[in-house]
């Protein structure tokens, strides 16, 4: 039973939700990422005029919507689901460099509408979080060591030489879209092992 789901396409995408999260199909998978993914990078683009976040974007909603397959019912189309996902987490996004970048300053006043000088964070981390962040780098390093060498090649190119989806595949000679899928796969793989750490700081 399909409620809600008047088209052919919702119809699809319904039945190959039910092929990913039932029998683990990555064909499925697949399919949808290659349905969505521009669509919903365009969406993104538009929401931060940004290409490189734009993708990271994407990727990041696609790990969050696969996780949470589970979780999807047929209320509402599968590419509803996956937009909406797609919206908070650019929102969570967007706020997150606003709160990171808003002026101390301009957040407080005494009763004398006085204003009060918060001390502006340096630019430069001081010894502990430098320690924090060296510590951090260096788990998720080792992480990505124990990764299969088809993953392990994608994440360090593209986490820790920035390259772009583009550039990666014409470095590997891969298609884009495997590229794409199994720097998805790769991150589940990764916050998965990150939640098994307990030194995952």
Request: hydrophobic share 40%; aromatic share 8%; net charge neutral.
């Amino acid at each position: 039973m399909e409620p809600n789901l008047t088209t052919d396409k919702a119809k699809r995408d319904y039945r190959l939700v039910c092929a990913a999260r039932e029998m683990g199909d990555q064909r499925a998978y697949a399919d949808l990422m290659k349905s969505y993914w521009e669509p919903l990078y365009m969406l993104l683009l538009k929401m931060t005029n940004n290409p490189t976040e734009a993708d990271d974007l994407t990727i990041e909603t696609f790990g969050k919507a696969f996780c949470q397959l589970n979780s999807y019912t047929p209320v509402n189309a599968f590419s509803t689901w996956l937009f909406s996902i797609g919206t908070n987490t650019c929102i969570d996004h967007i706020r997150k460099q606003r709160l990171a970048t808003i002026a101390l300053s301009t957040l407080a006043t005494t009763k004398d509408d006085e204003v009060y000088e918060y001390p502006m964070p340096a630019d430069t981390p001081n010894p502990e979080e430098a320690v924090i962040t060296q510590q951090r780098h260096e788990v998720l390093r080792n992480l990505v060591k124990m990764l299969k060498p088809k993953y392990r090649q994608l994440v360090e190119l593209r986490f820790f030489d920035e390259l772009s989806y583009d550039e990666i595949a014409k470095q590997t000679g891969l298609p884009l879209g495997t590229v794409k899928i199994r720097l998805l796969r790769a991150r589940n793989i990764l916050a998965e092992m990150m939640s098994h750490r307990k030194d995952a700081i």
